[in-house]
């Protein structure tokens, strides 16, 4: 360093340099600084995905906000930037983005919110009409009623769309819904057929009856509403009439497209599921 005059100040030239060194710490700082709010930012959009589930339409904004809240701080890192050439800077810069992207992918497909329950579009009711007729069945003698709890509202309405779909599809349905208290009512969408002993049903609480798995009939219900995402039940119900299968719309599950045991069964039946019959979980 140049010697410093008697009179004790700093020559012109010391006092450039260490603007200049002052100037370099700032702007590193800064640059850190920024890193810091960037990730931050990630992070914080991250939180906002585990939380309860937000839509699919927020879900990839902010998964889009999360990629470019690493595009920063990657482009910042000593790996890139330490790079002989500009390609080679961009060839790491991407590489890392890629491996970022990846791994953002992977956390979206984590936190993918299913689909909720809502007015269905024609889209979705001419789907659902078609497995329908396709798929009817042999016994036209079959009527299906559309039943809901007698106190749940959100479910009762979401049960009339129904009506008029298996009506336009030929089926023989019951043309209003009914609110029924359940014994054993359950979440989700439940097919019911007539099976079981009532008596001993009533007596004990591990009781149930068999209802035919591979019945037409509970085969096209279930693949009608596969086209909505749904995965409904199945059940017996002593009090049924023999010619009846009633569809009870109960309070909607987190996930509605999450496999039931009847999923698991028909699978099991048809050979895309491997290892023991599925039981009751």
Known sequence: MEEQPQWGRPSRRVRRETARELAKAIMHDRREWDKGWFLAAFMALGLLLIAPKVGRVVTVAVLIGMVACLMHPIWGLQFVQASSTSARRWMRFLILMAAGVALVVLFGVYVWPPIKRHSLSAVERAAFEDVLRMERGGDENLEVHIACPINDEKACVY???????????????????????????????????????????????????????????LLAVQKAFQTLHIEIESKADPDLAQNVMMLYVGPERENESEPTRLTKSTEWVNGTRTGPFPRSE
Not at 193 to 198: D, E, P, S, V
């Open 159 to 217: 049960a009339g769309q129904l009506v008029p779909l298996f009506g336009e599809a030929g089926w023989q349905v019951q043309p209003f819904v009914d609110r029924v208290p359940l014994t054993n009512a359950s979440d989700g969408i439940t097919a019911l057929r007539k099976a079981g002993n009532k008596e001993y049903m009533m007596k004990h609480w591990d009781s149930g009856g068999y209802v035919a798995i591979n019945e037409a009939h």
